[in-house]
Nanobody
């Protein structure tokens, strides 16, 4: 399965961006999808995830209330709407597919990864 992430860019603090992720195989439509990010010099961290049908979402505390994850039902596409962006949101954002239909934070359950898209938030 190949994942293609897009939508990153440069934005001022307080602005918005929408990231998109498309998986190459339809089988991913039965799996949870999620977003992670990695800032320079830091570990990769979980951002948000959505279940196979979009009915369940989970977020990290750092983005809760500002970011919204969604997906097209029955489709291997996911989105991350990012509002009220802060400089600390600057990172490379990766989309991923979970081995299960319901998302979990266990890293070993995320089995496919995209190449990443850079988000830079200026102050």
């Amino acid at each position: 399965v190949q994942l293609q992430a897009s939508g990153g860019g440069l934005v001022q603090a307080g602005g918005s961006l929408r990231l998109s992720c498309a998986a190459s195989k339809r089988t991913s439509s039965n799996n949870a999808m999620g977003w992670f990010r990695q800032a320079p010099g830091k570990e990769r961290e979980f951002v948000a995830a959505v279940s196979w049908n979009g009915g369940r979402t989970i977020y990290s505390d750092s983005v809760k209330g500002r970011f919204t994850i969604s997906r097209e039902y029955g489709n291997a596409k996911a989105y991350l709407q990012m509002n009220s962006l802060k400089p600390e949101d600057t990172a490379v954002y990766y989309c991923a597919v979970n081995r299960r239909p319901v998302p979990s934070l266990e890293v070993s359950n995320w089995i496919y990864w995209g190449q990443g898209t850079l988000v830079t938030v200026s102050s």
